[in-house]
């Protein structure tokens, strides 16, 4: 139904591939910003202007304090890997209570 064993390990490959490659894109836009001093707080508004808004079912899922399953809609909404995600939800959670 789902493909097989080898055909989700090449899944996995790819995604882990490309997870390595935004880390890398990510550590080249950092080095390019600062280089044009672009401070991080400058830059974290800059990359929050990209962000989706947070999606409105990611703040019930942490309401009712299921966060594994607000990390992975936040996942599904926005394309972050995990740590992004998680970090995300937990700093919403935070901002809510």
């Keep these: 139904m789902f493909g097989s064993s080898k055909q989700l390990q ?3 490959a790819h995604i882990a591939r490309l997870e390595e490659e935004l880390r890398g894109l990510r550590g080249l836009v950092d080095r390019l910003a600062s280089r044009a001093d672009v401070g991080p707080a400058e830059l974290e ?3 929050a202007e990209l962000r989706p808004s947070f999606p409105p079912r990611v703040d019930e ?3 009712q304090d299921q966060l594994i399953a607000a990390i992975k809609e936040y996942r599904t909404a926005t394309g972050a890997g995990l740590k992004e995600a998680k970090d995300a939800v937990e700093a919403r959670r935070d901002g809510l209570r």
């Design 10 to 12: 090449a899944q996995q």
């Design 45 to 47: 508004e800059l990359r």
């Design 61 to 63: 899922l942490i309401a």
